[in-house]
Protein backbone atom coordinates (compact mmCIF):
# COMPACT_ATOMS: atom_id res chain seq x y z
CA UNK A 1 0.00 0.00 0.00
CA UNK A 2 2.88 1.87 -0.19
CA UNK A 3 2.10 5.95 -1.24
CA UNK A 4 -2.06 4.66 -1.06
CA UNK A 5 -4.34 6.93 0.93
CA UNK A 6 -6.95 5.31 3.11
CA UNK A 7 -10.14 7.20 2.92
CA UNK A 8 -12.71 4.75 3.04
CA UNK A 9 -12.25 1.16 4.14
CA UNK A 10 -13.80 0.87 0.53
CA UNK A 11 -10.34 1.19 -0.72
CA UNK A 12 -8.99 -2.26 0.68
CA UNK A 13 -9.18 -5.27 -1.00
CA UNK A 14 -9.98 -8.37 0.63
CA UNK A 15 -5.71 -9.16 0.94
CA UNK A 16 -5.45 -5.80 1.90
CA UNK A 17 -7.18 -5.72 4.61
CA UNK A 18 -6.37 -9.32 6.22
CA UNK A 19 -2.44 -8.00 5.51
CA UNK A 20 -3.20 -4.77 7.39
CA UNK A 21 -4.54 -7.18 10.19
CA UNK A 22 -2.04 -9.03 10.49
CA UNK A 23 1.09 -6.60 10.25
CA UNK A 24 -1.30 -5.57 13.12
CA UNK A 25 -0.63 -8.59 14.99
CA UNK A 26 2.56 -8.95 14.61
CA UNK A 27 3.69 -5.59 15.24
CA UNK A 28 1.91 -5.73 18.36
CA UNK A 29 3.77 -8.95 19.69
CA UNK A 30 7.39 -7.05 18.59
CA UNK A 31 7.52 -7.12 15.27
CA UNK A 32 9.97 -4.53 14.06
CA UNK A 33 9.86 -2.71 10.42
CA UNK A 34 12.26 -0.63 8.61
CA UNK A 35 12.35 2.87 10.49
CA UNK A 36 10.83 5.71 9.88
CA UNK A 37 13.62 8.09 10.64
CA UNK A 38 13.29 11.40 9.27
CA UNK A 39 9.14 10.94 8.01
CA UNK A 40 7.09 12.90 9.33
CA UNK A 41 3.28 12.64 9.86
CA UNK A 42 0.84 15.54 10.03
CA UNK A 43 -2.13 15.55 12.13
CA UNK A 44 -4.75 18.05 10.62
CA UNK A 45 -7.44 17.79 13.55
CA UNK A 46 -10.71 20.14 13.19
CA UNK A 47 -12.71 17.92 15.53
CA UNK A 48 -11.62 17.02 19.02
CA UNK A 49 -9.88 13.36 19.61
CA UNK A 50 -8.02 11.65 22.49
CA UNK A 51 -7.77 8.24 20.75
CA UNK A 52 -6.95 8.91 17.44
CA UNK A 53 -4.51 11.30 18.22
CA UNK A 54 -2.55 10.24 20.59
CA UNK A 55 -2.41 6.88 19.09
CA UNK A 56 -0.98 8.01 15.57
CA UNK A 57 1.39 10.11 17.49
CA UNK A 58 2.59 7.12 19.27
CA UNK A 59 2.29 5.28 16.55
CA UNK A 60 4.41 7.19 14.59
CA UNK A 61 7.04 7.75 17.28
CA UNK A 62 7.64 3.64 17.65
CA UNK A 63 8.05 3.47 14.09
CA UNK A 64 11.03 6.05 14.37
CA UNK A 65 9.60 9.31 12.67
CA UNK A 66 8.11 12.46 13.72
CA UNK A 67 4.76 13.92 14.56
CA UNK A 68 3.37 17.55 13.84
CA UNK A 69 -0.06 18.24 15.33
CA UNK A 70 -1.38 21.12 12.77
CA UNK A 71 -3.91 23.19 15.02
CA UNK A 72 -6.51 23.98 11.73
CA UNK A 73 -6.99 27.78 13.83
CA UNK A 74 -3.49 28.80 13.94
CA UNK A 75 -3.13 27.90 10.22
CA UNK A 76 -4.19 30.03 7.07
CA UNK A 77 -6.75 27.45 6.41
CA UNK A 78 -8.28 28.25 9.20
CA UNK A 79 -8.80 31.69 8.16
CA UNK A 80 -9.96 30.03 4.45
CA UNK A 81 -7.39 29.32 2.55
CA UNK A 82 -8.85 27.09 -0.04
CA UNK A 83 -7.95 23.36 0.79
CA UNK A 84 -6.29 22.88 -2.29
CA UNK A 85 -3.51 25.25 -1.65
CA UNK A 86 -3.07 24.06 1.58
CA UNK A 87 -2.94 20.04 0.23
CA UNK A 88 -0.36 20.97 -1.62
CA UNK A 89 1.98 23.25 0.11
CA UNK A 90 1.99 20.62 3.19
CA UNK A 91 2.19 17.73 0.41
CA UNK A 92 5.37 19.17 -0.39
CA UNK A 93 6.71 19.06 3.57
CA UNK A 94 4.93 15.75 4.95
CA UNK A 95 5.29 12.01 4.51
CA UNK A 96 1.84 11.57 5.21
CA UNK A 97 -0.56 12.99 6.65
CA UNK A 98 -3.94 11.94 9.02
CA UNK A 99 -6.85 14.57 8.76
CA UNK A 100 -10.22 14.13 11.23
CA UNK A 101 -12.87 16.85 10.19
CA UNK A 102 -16.54 17.26 9.77
CA UNK A 103 -17.48 16.86 5.96
CA UNK A 104 -15.70 13.78 3.74
CA UNK A 105 -15.88 15.71 1.00
CA UNK A 106 -12.84 18.21 2.61
CA UNK A 107 -10.86 14.89 3.18
CA UNK A 108 -11.35 13.55 -0.19
CA UNK A 109 -10.33 16.76 -1.69
CA UNK A 110 -7.30 17.41 0.00
CA UNK A 111 -6.22 13.93 -0.58
CA UNK A 112 -6.67 15.10 -4.62
CA UNK A 113 -4.30 17.68 -4.13
CA UNK A 114 -1.49 16.21 -1.86
CA UNK A 115 1.04 14.19 -3.49
CA UNK A 116 1.07 11.73 -0.34
CA UNK A 117 -1.05 9.97 1.62
CA UNK A 118 -3.77 11.10 3.38
CA UNK A 119 -5.44 9.22 5.88
CA UNK A 120 -9.30 9.51 7.08
CA UNK A 121 -8.88 10.09 10.77
CA UNK A 122 -12.55 10.61 10.90
CA UNK A 123 -15.35 12.24 9.02
CA UNK A 124 -19.03 13.00 9.34
CA UNK A 125 -19.26 9.36 6.57
CA UNK A 126 -16.65 7.31 7.85
CA UNK A 127 -14.04 6.01 10.66
CA UNK A 128 -12.39 3.85 9.06
CA UNK A 129 -9.25 3.70 11.26
CA UNK A 130 -11.65 2.94 14.13
CA UNK A 131 -12.82 -0.09 12.29
CA UNK A 132 -9.67 -1.61 11.70
CA UNK A 133 -8.91 -1.84 14.92
CA UNK A 134 -12.26 -3.17 15.72
CA UNK A 135 -11.59 -6.07 13.30
CA UNK A 136 -8.39 -6.82 14.95
CA UNK A 137 -9.82 -7.02 18.48
CA UNK A 138 -12.40 -9.48 17.17
CA UNK A 139 -9.37 -11.54 15.37
CA UNK A 140 -7.28 -11.97 18.60
CA UNK A 141 -10.81 -13.34 20.78
CA UNK A 142 -12.42 -15.63 17.72
CA UNK A 143 -8.88 -16.40 16.11
CA UNK A 144 -10.92 -15.54 12.77
CA UNK A 145 -13.39 -13.44 11.38
CA UNK A 146 -14.97 -15.01 8.68
CA UNK A 147 -18.75 -16.08 9.88
CA UNK A 148 -18.96 -14.16 13.13
CA UNK A 149 -21.62 -12.00 13.40
CA UNK A 150 -21.56 -8.38 15.10
CA UNK A 151 -24.82 -6.25 16.17
CA UNK A 152 -24.18 -2.64 16.46
CA UNK A 153 -27.08 -0.93 18.32
CA UNK A 154 -27.75 3.00 18.36
CA UNK A 155 -27.39 5.47 15.47
CA UNK A 156 -26.35 4.89 12.18
CA UNK A 157 -23.53 7.10 12.11
CA UNK A 158 -19.69 7.32 10.79
CA UNK A 159 -19.03 4.09 12.37
CA UNK A 160 -21.73 2.36 11.65
CA UNK A 161 -21.02 3.20 7.51
CA UNK A 162 -17.48 1.79 8.42
CA UNK A 163 -18.65 -1.33 9.91
CA UNK A 164 -20.71 -2.02 7.34
CA UNK A 165 -17.55 -2.18 4.95
CA UNK A 166 -15.04 -3.75 7.58
CA UNK A 167 -17.31 -6.15 8.09
CA UNK A 168 -18.38 -6.66 4.75
CA UNK A 169 -14.89 -7.19 3.59
CA UNK A 170 -14.04 -9.57 6.57
CA UNK A 171 -16.40 -12.05 5.51
CA UNK A 172 -18.46 -11.08 8.96
CA UNK A 173 -22.53 -10.73 9.39
CA UNK A 174 -23.39 -7.11 10.21
CA UNK A 175 -26.85 -6.47 12.17
CA UNK A 176 -27.65 -2.81 12.51
CA UNK A 177 -30.33 -2.04 14.77
CA UNK A 178 -31.20 1.43 14.61
CA UNK A 179 -34.64 3.56 15.39
CA UNK A 180 -36.30 4.01 11.78
CA UNK A 181 -35.62 7.00 11.19
CA UNK A 182 -31.29 7.05 11.99
CA UNK A 183 -30.21 4.30 9.64
CA UNK A 184 -26.84 4.22 7.91
CA UNK A 185 -26.92 5.86 4.54
CA UNK A 186 -28.78 3.53 2.07
CA UNK A 187 -25.70 4.33 -0.52
CA UNK A 188 -22.98 2.76 1.82
CA UNK A 189 -25.60 0.08 2.34
CA UNK A 190 -25.40 -0.88 -1.27
CA UNK A 191 -21.55 -0.80 -1.09
CA UNK A 192 -20.84 -3.23 1.51
CA UNK A 193 -23.41 -5.25 -0.25
CA UNK A 194 -21.47 -5.01 -3.32
CA UNK A 195 -18.17 -5.91 -0.98
CA UNK A 196 -19.91 -8.30 0.98
CA UNK A 197 -18.31 -12.17 0.59
CA UNK A 198 -20.20 -14.91 -1.07
CA UNK A 199 -22.33 -16.29 2.18
CA UNK A 200 -22.42 -12.83 4.39
CA UNK A 201 -24.94 -11.42 5.50
CA UNK A 202 -26.23 -7.64 5.82
CA UNK A 203 -29.66 -6.93 8.16
CA UNK A 204 -31.41 -3.34 9.01
CA UNK A 205 -33.66 -3.78 11.61
CA UNK A 206 -35.34 -1.43 14.62
CA UNK A 207 -35.57 -4.64 16.48
CA UNK A 208 -32.70 -4.44 19.08
CA UNK A 209 -33.74 -8.06 20.65
CA UNK A 210 -33.84 -9.69 17.24
CA UNK A 211 -30.65 -8.39 16.39
CA UNK A 212 -28.77 -9.10 19.15
CA UNK A 213 -30.37 -13.08 19.00
CA UNK A 214 -27.13 -15.66 18.99
CA UNK A 215 -24.55 -12.90 17.84
CA UNK A 216 -20.58 -13.05 18.72
CA UNK A 217 -20.47 -9.34 19.25
CA UNK A 218 -22.21 -6.14 20.33
CA UNK A 219 -21.31 -2.80 19.41
CA UNK A 220 -22.59 0.36 20.37
CA UNK A 221 -21.45 3.89 20.36
CA UNK A 222 -22.73 7.39 21.76
CA UNK A 223 -26.37 8.31 20.50
CA UNK A 224 -25.46 11.50 19.62
CA UNK A 225 -21.56 12.07 17.52
CA UNK A 226 -19.58 15.01 17.55
CA UNK A 227 -21.75 18.43 15.99
CA UNK A 228 -25.07 16.49 17.07
CA UNK A 229 -25.26 17.37 20.76
CA UNK A 230 -28.05 19.72 20.19
CA UNK A 231 -30.16 16.90 19.44
CA UNK A 232 -28.72 14.42 22.51
CA UNK A 233 -31.89 14.94 24.89
CA UNK A 234 -34.50 14.33 22.22
CA UNK A 235 -32.79 11.22 21.22
CA UNK A 236 -32.37 9.91 24.45
CA UNK A 237 -35.98 8.17 24.52
CA UNK A 238 -35.53 7.49 20.92
CA UNK A 239 -33.04 5.29 21.48
CA UNK A 240 -33.51 3.90 25.29
CA UNK A 241 -34.90 0.35 23.91
CA UNK A 242 -30.70 0.19 21.97
CA UNK A 243 -29.09 0.58 25.53
CA UNK A 244 -26.30 -2.17 25.29
CA UNK A 245 -27.63 -3.97 29.26
CA UNK A 246 -27.57 -7.11 30.88
CA UNK A 247 -31.10 -8.15 29.52
CA UNK A 248 -29.81 -7.38 25.91
CA UNK A 249 -26.67 -8.94 26.51
CA UNK A 250 -28.13 -12.12 27.83
CA UNK A 251 -29.80 -12.62 24.54
CA UNK A 252 -26.33 -12.88 22.68
CA UNK A 253 -24.17 -15.58 22.10
CA UNK A 254 -22.23 -17.04 25.64
CA UNK A 255 -18.48 -15.88 24.03
CA UNK A 256 -20.56 -12.53 22.92
CA UNK A 257 -17.84 -9.78 23.34
CA UNK A 258 -18.42 -6.12 23.83
CA UNK A 259 -17.30 -3.23 21.62
CA UNK A 260 -17.55 0.39 21.99
CA UNK A 261 -15.52 2.92 20.08
CA UNK A 262 -15.12 5.52 23.22
CA UNK A 263 -16.04 7.82 24.44
CA UNK A 264 -18.88 6.16 26.24
CA UNK A 265 -21.99 7.83 27.97
CA UNK A 266 -22.25 5.31 30.52
CA UNK A 267 -26.17 5.01 31.79
CA UNK A 268 -27.08 5.77 28.12
CA UNK A 269 -26.04 4.11 25.42
CA UNK A 270 -24.18 0.92 27.65
CA UNK A 271 -24.34 0.75 31.02
CA UNK A 272 -21.83 0.66 33.89
CA UNK A 273 -21.96 -3.06 34.67
CA UNK A 274 -21.73 -4.09 31.06
CA UNK A 275 -19.09 -1.65 30.15
CA UNK A 276 -16.79 -2.90 33.01
CA UNK A 277 -17.59 -6.78 32.54
CA UNK A 278 -15.90 -9.50 31.66
CA UNK A 279 -16.95 -9.52 28.13
CA UNK A 280 -15.88 -6.15 27.93
CA UNK A 281 -13.49 -6.09 25.17
CA UNK A 282 -13.36 -2.05 25.24
CA UNK A 283 -9.67 -1.11 26.78
CA UNK A 284 -8.13 -3.39 24.12
CA UNK A 285 -9.76 -2.42 21.60
CA UNK A 286 -8.68 0.87 22.16
CA UNK A 287 -5.09 -0.12 22.67
CA UNK A 288 -5.58 -1.99 19.06
CA UNK A 289 -6.39 1.60 17.82
CA UNK A 290 -2.27 2.34 18.53
CA UNK A 291 -1.66 -1.44 16.82
CA UNK A 292 -3.99 -0.72 13.84
CA UNK A 293 -2.81 2.54 12.97
CA UNK A 294 0.79 1.65 13.08
CA UNK A 295 0.32 -0.94 10.38
CA UNK A 296 -1.53 0.89 8.18
CA UNK A 297 1.34 3.53 8.56
CA UNK A 298 3.93 1.14 7.76
CA UNK A 299 2.12 0.09 5.14
CA UNK A 300 1.50 3.24 3.05
CA UNK A 301 4.96 4.94 4.08
CA UNK A 302 6.68 1.07 2.68
CA UNK A 303 8.34 0.36 5.72
CA UNK A 304 6.98 -3.32 5.83
CA UNK A 305 7.92 -4.48 2.37
Not at 223 to 228: K, T
Amino acid sequence: MKGRNLLSLADLTVNELETLLDLAQKLKTGYTPRSAANQVLGLLFYKASTRTRVSFSVAMYHLGGQVIDLNPQAMQVGRGEPIQDTARVLGGYLDAIAIRTFAQKEIEQFAEYADIPVINALSDLSHPCQILADLLTMQETFQTLEGLTLTYLGDGNNVAHSLLLGCALAGVNIRIATPPTYQPDSAIVEQAKHLAQSGTEITLTDDAKEAVEGAEVLYTDVWASMGQEDSAAERLPVFQSFQVNEDLVNLASPEAIILHCLPAHRGEEITEDVLESARSRVWQQAENRMHAQKALLASVLGLSD
